[in-house]
């Protein structure tokens, strides 16, 4: 027996798969996920009727499509505050178009074409001139706001034709609507993108460093280019449907979505310093931000009250686990 | 010294400012007289001591985006106090409303500190709660002028020497601040601390508590303008300067204060604020309607930030090129 080899195996890891996915951000956001819909159900006879529940998912549908979008560009370090005024001023465009007499594909390309040109305006402010997106985005935020305040003053566009509305009121099979679907399969496009190829791994490689993904040939500016028209082309979507959902374009529309879709984003477990996060995290973090708004509304709290309950949240689920990691060292020093 | 100021970035604002006021006055002489000037320094008071409040978190590489929701609410519980016991003095309605805007800023300055989250989640955070605790406390009901005490009323708009008290607060505001970063070591520490963080730890500056500081300085200003605010325009409600804390960054940014920390001075958060100011308060006289005024205020911090950029560029030696910049 003296010529057995004696292997020794040597972990990649010192924890083993399942045990990382428990421990995982994700795991958490499930937990409460599920929380929040027995406590909705329990409270709330009506939350568990299917009609209910498939008017519920419009609360989160639209603002989650482009929070994948901005998923990926915090991951890179990136941030655009400019989405919730780019919806207004592709919805402003819509509109204007409609007016001009166009039909209904015509308006889907002018939506989604004004949210590419918002998109590659801030991506060449910030990658070609390299100016820090947080204020170029403040700046941009106002500027698209304000260019559709300008064009509609306290006027409104009214008589979209019929068949625009499909796409926010419409309804697929049974229960599940259009929009519905479609934040489903922008859910996998997006989840594919950033964990399955190489654009992703090059997101995540600039998160972390820029310095070093550039030398490691990674094109940082074109990549984060990229990325921002991404965001702009995801809030023209977003535009589309929510014209389509309210058949009509005032400026105020989607007036705060910024920092909804930015704590949709932080709540999913993408790190707001960039280079970590996962789109299942962002996609778990919708359906909360969705529930909770749909349940509270259920039992007639006020939307105000809610976003203090979202706002807690979103600090509690950050500070706990730092506070429990805290302690943790704290009890190890004392040993 | 004069070299000095002509190339800096204040000299800069001040032609600009300058040539938007020869540029309104071709337009509608009136806007320049000395009376409507003060007018338009009294109308942008509240914006400049929060661009104060704000500086100084910015120059310690943080941002504080609840600004406005902190002065709502102080605004609102000073103006359920009055309404509840209306013979209280000025003084202590202003102590109570300092108080408990330096407490809102604690609280997200202790976040930071303790804990160590990111700043702009923690105030993207305490910005919906500190506004919802508004609906808690008010029940969404307004408070009306015919429910505040003339003197609540009255006190921002009291003459002292000519000029309204509103006035006269941003001036003593400007005066402190600009002795506070200016001539005291907390002042320098704010600098060093944005500058370069791990620099500061080794000359024995505390970053956290000095950014706790900071966060409980721009409290303190917002709940002070809280009570000015809503005295001002005698009125509370749950959204009381709604999205204003945006306009305070863009005024803190076109005064030449960078993000990044550590550069930025009073005078150019002051001549930010006044630039605004002057925008918000030109147009509806020159005939240009004010659904103009977000896109100009929008496109005048995009330039802003962009000139920031290449005077910045210029200070220090670049060892190695910014990966950014080489695609």
Same mark, same amino acid.
């Given at each position: 027996m003296s010529n057995d080899i004696i292997t020794r195996i040597i972990p990649d890891r010192l924890t083993t798969r399942s045990h990382r996915a428990l421990r995982s951000w994700e795991t958490l956001l499930i937990i409460i996920a599920i929380s929040v819909f027995f406590i909705n159900s329990f409270s709330s006879p009506y939350f568990l009727n299917p009609w209910n529940l498939s008017d519920a998912t419009f609360n989160f549908t639209e603002k989650a499509m482009i929070a994948f979008a901005m998923a990926m560009l915090i991951v890179a370090g990136e941030i655009d505050l400019s989405v919730a005024s780019i919806v207004a001023l592709a919805s402003t465009a819509m509109g204007y178009a409609m007016e001009a007499g166009f039909g209904t594909p015509a308006l889907i390309l002018t939506g989604l074409g004004t949210g590419l040109a918002c998109g590659a305006f801030n991506g060449i402010l910030v990658t070609r001139y390299g100016l820090p997106s947080i204020v170029v985005t403040i700046g941009t935020m106002s500027l698209f706001r304000g260019l559709s305040y300008i064009v509609l003053g306290d006027q409104a566009y009214t008589g979209y034709p019929s068949d625009f509305a499909f796409f926010g009121q419409g309804y697929v099979w049974w229960v599940i609507s259009f929009e519905l679907v479609l934040f489903l399969v922008l859910a996998i496009i997006y989840a594919v993108i950033l964990h399955k190829t190489n654009f992703g791994r090059a997101v995540s490689a600039i998160g972390n460093n820029p310095v070093a993904a550039q030398f490691s040939g990674i094109r940082v500016g074109r990549v984060k280019f990229i990325l921002f028209l991404l965001t702009g082309l995801m809030s023209g979507v977003a535009a589309v449907c929510l014209t389509s959902r309210l058949g009509s374009t005032r400026p105020?529309?989607?007036?705060?979505w910024e920092l909804e879709i930015v704590t949709m984003v932080v709540l999913g477990g993408v790190s707001i310093l960039g280079g970590s996060g996962t789109i299942i995290g962002v996609v778990l973090a919708a359906l909360i931000m969705g529930m909770v708004t749909f349940g509270f509304g259920l039992l007639n709290v006020p939307g105000i009250v809610m976003s203090i309950f979202i706002g807690l949240l979103l600090i509690a689920v950050i500070a706990l686990p730092r506070l429990w990691d805290m302690a943790k060292t704290a009890k190890k020093k004392r040993s | 010294m004069i070299t000095q100021f002509i190339k800096s970035r204040e000299a800069l604002l001040v032609l600009a400012i300058g040539l938007l006021l020869a540029l309104i006055s071709t337009r509608f002489s009136g806007f320049i007289t000395p009376t409507n000037l003060a007018n338009v320094f009294q109308d942008t008071s509240i914006l400049i001591m929060l661009a104060l409040g704000q500086m100084v978190v910015i120059l310690t590489r943080c941002i504080d985006l609840s600004v406005a929701s902190n002065l709502a609410l102080c605004g609102m519980v000073v103006g359920l106090i009055n309404m509840a016991v209306p013979g209280l003095p000025i003084p202590f309605l202003l102590l109570v409303a300092v108080l408990l805007g330096a407490f809102l800023g604690a609280i997200n300055g202790i976040l930071v500190w !303790? /804990?160590? /989250?990111?700043p702009i989640v923690v105030t993207l955070g305490t910005l919906t709660i500190y506004r919802g605790t508004i609906f808690l406390i008010s029940g969404g009901e307004w408070i009306n002028a015919h429910e505040m005490s003339a003197s609540f009323k009255a006190f921002p708009r009291y003459e002292l020497l000519g000029q309204p008290v509103l006035s006269w607060i941003a001036v003593v505001s400007i005066i402190i601040f600009y002795l506070l970063v200016v001539r005291t070591p907390l002042g320098r520490a704010f600098y060093a601390v944005g500058g370069n963080p791990h620099a500061a730890v080794y000359t024995g500056i505390d970053v956290g508590f000095t950014r706790f500081l900071a966060f409980v300085f721009s409290g303190a200003i917002a709940g002070v303008c809280g009570y000015l605010w809503v005295a001002r325009y005698a009125v509370a409600y749950v959204d009381v300067a709604g999205g204003f804390e945006l306009e305070v960054v863009a005024a803190c940014v076109i005064g030449g204060i960078s993000i990044a920390g550590g550069i930025g001075t009073v005078g150019g958060a002051v001549l930010g604020a006044i630039f605004l100011g002057i925008i918000k308060n030109a147009l509806p006289v020159v005939d240009i309607s004010p659904f103009w005024q977000l896109a100009i205020s929008g496109s005048a911090i995009i330039i802003a930030v962009a000139v920031n950029a290449r005077s910045e560029r !210029? !200070?220090?030696? /670049?060892i190695l090129k910014k990966a950014e910049n080489v695609a």
């Open positions: 105020s529309i989607a007036f705060g | !303790k /804990i160590d /989250i990111p !210029k !200070k220090g030696r /670049i």
